[in-house]
T-cell receptor
Framework: AAGVIQSPRHLIKEKRETATLKCYPI?????VYWYQQGPGQDPQFLIS???????DKGSIPDRFSAQQFSDYHSELNMSSLELGDSALYFCASSPTRVIYEQFFGPGTRLTVL | SQQGEEDPQALSIQEGENATMNCSYKTSINNLQWYRQNSGRGLVHLIL?????REKHSGRLRVTLDTSKKSSSLLITASRAADTASYFC?????????????FGKGTKLSVIP
């Protein structure tokens, strides 16, 4: 079965650089979520999209932005990277916004040096 | 995490033994979910229990929910080395248009062969 695809899987950046993470949801899933998981931490909700519109916002810094495109893939753009942005970034999708179970991608490990 | 603690934070058992993990939460919920995460990997949905349910089974998993105490437990019976992972409880928080997950701190389970 198709799963959520994230790219890249690993990314190394310098402080103050920018990064773009991509997420391809499971086909026919119209809701996408982004989570950040710091080392030894639980995942924290960043932002979600439903039908290409921003749905909810969590603890997402102003330096981050995201969007969902017409093909339902989503991108998380991160600027002015800080050391504290080093984390695993997960994308999850669900068939509709009222379905509670979320299907997670393998994550992108971002390291900021 | 806004949802509270999981207990214990780490658990080490022998293969064949049962493992019990507990989770507490703070807000009213309409369901609680358990996810599993292998080291540095994505989260996998295990089981969902609704607020009007007290117990649910899925294979070797048994989940209980006590809404009066705002707590849940996950029991893995006859554990296997392959069960070694971190386990998180999560509640679906209804936002403007989606159901972002709020995770507990997680229990790191090690099953020794």
């Amino acid at each position: 079965a198709a799963g959520v695809i994230q790219s890249p899987r690993h990314l190394i950046k310098e402080k103050r650089e920018t990064a773009t993470l991509k997420c391809y949801p499971i086909p026919r899933h119209d809701t996408v979520y982004w989570y950040q998981q710091g080392p030894g931490q639980d995942p924290q909700f960043l932002i979600s999209f439903y039908e290409k519109m921003q749905s909810d916002k969590g603890s997402i810094p102003d330096r981050f932005s995201a969007q969902q495109f017409s093909d339902y893939h989503s991108e998380l753009n991160m600027s002015s990277l800080e050391l504290g942005d080093s984390a695993l970034y997960f994308c999850a999708s669900s068939p509709t916004r009222v379905i509670y179970e979320q299907f997670f991608g393998p994550g992108t490990r971002l390291t900021v040096l | 995490s806004q949802q509270g603690e999981e207990d214990p934070q780490a658990l080490s058992i022998q293969e064949g033994e049962n493992a019990t993990m507990n989770c507490s939460y703070k807000t009213s919920i309409n369901n609680l979910q358990w996810y599993r995460q292998n080291s540095g990997r994505g989260l996998v949905h295990l089981i969902l229990i609704r607020s009007n349910e007290r117990e649910k089974h899925s294979g070797r998993l048994r989940v209980t929910l006590d809404t009066s105490k705002k707590s849940s437990s996950l029991l893995i019976t006859a554990s296997r080395a392959a069960d070694t992972a971190s386990y998180f409880c999560a509640t679906a928080v209804s936002g403007a248009g989606s159901y972002q997950l709020t995770f507990g701190k997680g229990t790191k389970l090690s099953v020794i062969p």
